[in-house]
């Protein structure tokens, strides 16, 4: 039987790659999202708050992809509901439907304040939270963990970096995902053995990235992008980045680490 997969957010950035790379003979994917979109694929038009709508899309699914939420900064209201409220909403339908795994998209801003070391950063590193944004993304985490040993449900909580085309600030260069390794790395999380609870980076093989690959090797990510085919035109555009000092390329958050508190951004 092909493995069916259910995607919250799939009209979002990494919806649509997933939606282009996941597919295959063995997968078939489910799209939910709040806002109306085009695709081949079964698709579900509403509120991750209209759980009636949620439970008929679970039903039957091997594995969650749960990307829906608010993606920059905002006010507390915003992100409680959006990110933290609404990941409960999905993880308790997941267990009522019985549904065994789910990849919930966290992101590097819960690891903001980490900075730049001699030694790659292990995808387990604590929550340092950079925003309010930073700390919904770490009660996510800690919301997948406790699903995941309270009911035994498998859950890999992806601290994805920066998935754009191509990387175009210093500060990316460090934390890039390519749309391709996008791809492999979710593949890899669906099709890991038993994979547990798990947290791993979302970012491609970076000559210049500090963050540990490890995490995504053992579950079978092996990522093939690396944004150094693109350092020559950042730097001519920006500069070398001074690593040791300049706190944009140092902490993982970068300039979200000195944004205003709960204003967009």
Same mark, same amino acid.
Request: net charge negative.
């Given at each position: 039987?092909?493995?069916?997969?259910?995607?919250?957010?799939?009209?979002?950035?990494?919806?649509?790659?997933?939606?282009?790379?996941?597919?295959?003979?063995?997968?078939?994917?489910?799209?939910?999202?709040?806002?109306?979109?085009?695709?081949?694929?079964?698709?579900? @038009? !509403?509120?991750?708050? /209209?759980?009636?709508?949620?439970?008929?899309?679970?039903?039957?699914? &091997?594995?969650?992809?749960?990307?829906?939420?608010?993606?920059?900064?905002? /006010?507390?209201?915003?992100?409680?509901?959006?990110?933290?409220?609404?990941?409960?909403?999905?993880?308790?339908?997941?267990?009522?439907?019985?549904?065994?795994?789910?990849?919930?998209?966290?992101?590097?801003?819960? !690891?903001?304040?980490?900075?730049?070391? /001699?030694?790659?950063?292990?995808? &387990?590193?604590?929550?340092?939270?950079?925003?309010?944004?930073?700390?919904?993304?770490?009660?996510?985490?800690?919301?997948?963990?406790?699903?995941?040993?309270?009911?035994?449900?498998?859950? @890999?909580?992806?601290?994805?970096?920066?998935?754009?085309?191509?990387?175009?600030?210093?500060?990316?260069?460090?934390?890039?995902?390519?749309?391709?390794?996008?791809?492999?790395?979710?593949? !890899?999380?669906?099709?890991?053995?038993?994979?547990?609870?798990?947290?791993?980076?979302?970012?491609?093989?970076?000559?210049?990235?500090?963050?540990?690959?490890?995490?995504?090797?053992?579950?079978?990510?092996?990522?093939?992008?690396?944004?150094?085919?693109?350092?020559?035109?950042? @730097?001519?555009?920006?500069?070398?980045?001074?690593?040791?000092? /300049?706190?944009?390329?140092?902490?993982?958050?970068?300039?979200?680490?000195?944004?205003?508190?709960?204003?967009?951004?």
């Amino acid at each position: 039987m092909p493995q069916t997969v259910v995607i919250t957010g799939a009209a979002g950035i990494i919806g649509t790659i997933l939606r282009a790379q996941l597919p295959s003979a063995d997968r078939r994917l489910r799209l939910h999202d709040v806002k109306p979109f085009t695709d081949t694929a079964p698709t579900w @038009i !509403a509120p991750l708050s /209209d759980t009636a709508v949620l439970d008929e899309a679970l039903q039957g699914a &091997d594995a969650v992809i749960h990307l829906a939420g608010q993606s920059r900064e905002s /006010d507390i209201r915003d992100v409680l509901e959006n990110n933290a409220y609404g990941t409960y909403r999905v993880l308790e339908a997941v267990r009522q439907a019985g549904v065994p795994r789910v990849v919930l998209a966290s992101s590097n801003h819960a !690891a903001g304040f980490h900075t730049r070391g /001699d030694e790659p950063l292990q995808a &387990d590193a604590p929550v340092r939270p950079d925003t309010l944004y930073g700390w919904s993304k770490a009660a996510v985490e800690a919301m997948g963990r406790l699903y995941s040993e309270r009911y035994g449900l498998s859950v @890999i909580c992806l601290r994805i970096g920066i998935c754009v085309p191509a990387p175009v600030t210093p500060r990316q260069l460090g934390l890039w995902l390519s749309p391709a390794d996008c791809g492999r790395l979710f593949d !890899a999380c669906l099709t890991a053995d038993a994979p547990g609870y798990r947290t791993i980076w979302g970012v491609s093989a970076n000559t210049r990235g500090f963050l540990s690959l490890a995490a995504g090797q053992a579950v079978g990510y092996q990522p093939r992008d690396d944004s150094e085919a693109y350092a020559a035109g950042v @730097i001519a555009a920006h500069g070398e980045p001074d690593y040791a000092h /300049d706190p944009v390329v140092r902490r993982i958050g970068g300039e979200w680490c000195d944004v205003p508190l709960g204003e967009p951004y």
